[in-house]
């Protein structure tokens, strides 16, 4: 509920007075453009950093200034810190766990700017619209460096990875566009806009099937479902015929879609590995990282400690290939228990939004936003988002534009109540 102890929340006006508005969204588009590009490249990433710094210097004053308060998520995730230094008792590659150290750093200063930023503009747009443009650079970026086109050849056993210079930071990037895609689509009725929407859409899927990234492809049309349950619920055509005719068409698509992925391109080949060798590594590396939890379970092994012990066993420095091990591993099962809070109050407030408003644009932003988390996380299982920046920019969007729309409607609610008395 809205604060009446006199303390000050954001208000959602707070950006009419002499600080033009577009100030903060020039900021911030620029701050997210540059971390999902330029922080891949070479002195560049410095520069990233400069800016992070200067960036989250103005909002600091102007966040002292008009004594606005954080969300209980970002007060969570500096706790999550805090905790996760504790886990220095038991370190055993100090270097290590200083490096990543510095990333959760950089992360936590993002999610105070982004999160801030969002919640007095109550707007996402800038979010998704810097998530946009970056994860296209990093598309476009494949066929800069041409690896787009060796790609294409499923002999050469090559996969897209352009700027992001990993194949599965390249369609997870892509996925995220995906995302904007789909938050566009209902800002604009237009015929047009939403058939150039679906190329779009259509191409990502081609760079992530290049990329040959499963989880990349695999996350596409979990979220389209999901998008489907949240967003279209009620939207089913009423008569069976259309109903049925649209399923078989669907149907056939899909299976000449799967039929020519696994024939004739590289993640195909990919999806037969797994079919054929089985997943023995992935369980191997979830098996030691349950053994560290096991040994190590209140603290953990340390920030990115788990390639430590792994290295010692087996030669070899990866990381657990999941967000919930690394996170166990590394900071324990309190770490474990603060980390993902994150996300259940977050998923709490979507709900509590959507017992409070009949609006169709806030509840399409709020169902989507659902939609992307449980994709998010599902595809967490096999992929570490600990230090992924771009995952944490949309949560600080998610997280500043859904608690700026619960002050919001509060406020209502409490007027409402107070006219009635």
């Known amino acids: 509920m809205i604060n009446t102890s006199g303390r000050k929340y954001f208000n959602v006006n707070s950006l009419n007075d002499n600080i ?49 308060t954080l969300q209980p998520e970002i007060i969570i995730y500096f706790l999550w810190i805090l905790w996760a230094i504790c886990g220095l008792v038991n370190v055993i590659d100090q270097p290590l766990f200083l490096k990543q150290f510095r990333t959760i750093i950089q992360i936590a200063a993002l999610l105070f700017v982004i999160a801030g930023i969002t919640a007095l503009k109550r707007d996402i747009s800038m979010v998704f619209l810097g998530i946009a443009i970056g994860g296209t650079l990093v598309a476009l970026s494949s066929y800069y460096f041409g690896d787009l086109q060796s790609a294409g050849d499923v002999g050469a056993r090559t996969r897209t990875e352009g700027i992001a210079g990993n194949a599965n930071s390249f369609a997870y990037h892509l996925l995220f566009v995906v995302f904007a895609c789909f938050y566009f689509f209902e800002k604009k009725s237009s015929v047009k806009f939403r058939a150039a929407l679906l190329v779009v859409i259509a191409a990502l899927v081609i760079g992530i099937i290049f ?76 098996k030691e990282g349950i053994n560290m939890i096991k040994e190590y379970p209140l603290f953990g092994v340390g920030l990115n400690n788990y390639r430590a012990h792994y290295y010692i066993k087996y030669a070899k420095e990866t990381y657990s290939h999941s967000e919930y091990i690394e996170v166990a591993a590394n900071t324990g099962i309190v770490g474990l228990i603060l980390y993902f809070s994150i996300y259940v109050i977050l998923w709490h407030r979507f709900n509590r939004i959507r017992s409070m408003t009949n609006d169709k644009e806030i509840l399409y932003i709020i169902g989507l936003l659902k939609a992307s988390i449980i994709t998010i996380l599902l595809l967490a ?41």
């Not at 891949?40 to 990433?45: D, E, I, K, N, V």
């Not at 489907?228 to 015929?241: A, I, S």
């Open 20 to 68: 033009n508005k577009r100030f903060w969204e020039c900021l911030l588009v620029i701050f997210i453009i540059g971390l999902l590009t330029l922080s891949f490249l070479p002195g560049w990433s410095q520069i990233m950093i400069l800016y992070g710094l200067a960036i989250s210097y103005v909002f600091m004053i102007y966040f002292l200034t008009h004594k606005l």
């Open 381 to 421: 299982i096999g992929r570490p988002n600990i230090i992924s920046k771009l995952t944490w920019i949309f949560l600080a969007g998610a997280i500043g534009y859904s608690w700026a729309i619960e002050q919001v409607l509060c406020a209502k609610i409490v007027s409402k109540r107070d006219a009635s008395e």
């Open 211 to 286: 990329s040959g990234s499963r989880k990349g492809l695999l996350g596409v049309f979990t979220f389209i479902f999901l998008w489907w349950f949240f967003c279209r619920p009620k939207q089913l055509p009423r008569n069976p015929f259309i109903i049925y005719m649209a399923l078989l068409v669907v149907l056939v698509c899909l299976c000449y879609a799967y039929v020519y992925v696994m024939s004739n391109t590289y993640i195909g080949e990919r999806f037969k590995d797994v079919a054929d060798s089985g997943t023995e590594k992935r369980v191997s590396m979830y």
